[in-house]
T-cell receptor
Framework: AQTVTQSQPEMSVQEAETVTLSCTYDTSESDYYLFWYKQPPSRQMILVIRQEAYKQQNATENRFSVNFQKAAKSFSLKISDSQLGDAAMYFCAYRSVRNSGNTPLVFGKGTRLSVIA | NAGVTQTPKFRVLKTGQSMTLLCAQDMNHEYMYWYRQDPGMGLRLIHYSVGEGTTAKGEVPDGYNVSRLKKQNFLLGLESAAPSQTSVYFC??????????FGDGTRLSIL
């Protein structure tokens, strides 16, 4: 079974600075998807970024980018130019490509990010 | 386009009571999921469905039952609620390898 580990329960960053959230995972599969979700106080689950394991290029979405190290099974999220609206719980998640990708997500326990003005 | 809608958004139950949480999606997705979120635990899979009339157990299925009588609806039932089932419940749906769409969650408190 796959597992996802987020070793930082809480992080803080100054507004406009850069912060990196860590995520490691364990799997015996060679192809899979990795995700970062943001959960603000509104409780919505918002997809931040997605990485396909067979793609070597790190995914980027505006101020959000990942450092995907497949051999090390590491998938960290970098938030640049942090804004007050980035304050939220962030979840790392894994998904198998079995069944054409229609498989449940396996989540880490989350990292709560605070942004200091 | 409503996406994934969960009903109700909040509910308080007494121990031993029963209730059903409804998840409805209007995207014609085959796959649907129920997760629970507890502090410090992330989201954990309760049950999921790969299509109308089929369901399967997830990581934490005990105390819950599900049904998928219609493709667009996925029901989560608690037959005899226990305080340990106090949680936030999320429904999600997906199609092939596209990211899952989540509902806004149901906060359930059991006294």
């Amino acid at each position: 079974a796959q597992t996802v580990t987020q070793s930082q329960p809480e992080m803080s960053v100054q507004e406009a600075e850069t912060v990196t959230l860590s995520c490691t995972y364990d799997t015996s599969e060679s192809d899979y998807y990795l995700f970062w979700y943001k959960q603000p106080p509104s409780r919505q689950m918002i997809l931040v970024i997605r990485q396909e394991a067979y793609k070597q290029q790190n995914a980027t979405e505006n101020r959000f980018s990942v450092n995907f190290q497949k051999a090390a099974k590491s998938f960290s999220l970098k938030i640049s130019d942090s804004q007050l609206g980035d304050a939220a719980m962030y979840f790392c998640a894994y998904r198998s490509v079995r069944n054409s990708g229609n498989t449940p997500l396996v989540f880490g326990k989350g990292t709560r990010l605070s942004v200091i003005a | 386009n409503a996406g994934v809608t969960q009903t109700p958004k909040f509910r308080v139950l007494k121990t031993g009571q029963s209730m059903t949480l409804l998840c409805a999606q209007d995207m014609n997705h085959e796959y649907m999921y129920w997760y629970r979120q507890d502090p410090g635990m992330g989201l954990r899979l309760i049950h999921y469905s790969v299509g109308e009339g089929t369901t399967a157990k997830g990581e934490v299925p005990d105390g819950y039952n599900v049904s998928r009588l219609k493709k667009q609806n996925f029901l989560l039932g608690l037959e005899s609620a226990a305080p340990s089932q106090t949680s936030v419940y999320f429904c999600a749906s997906s199609y092939l390898n596209q990211p899952q769409h989540f509902g806004d969650g149901t906060r359930l408190s059991i006294l």
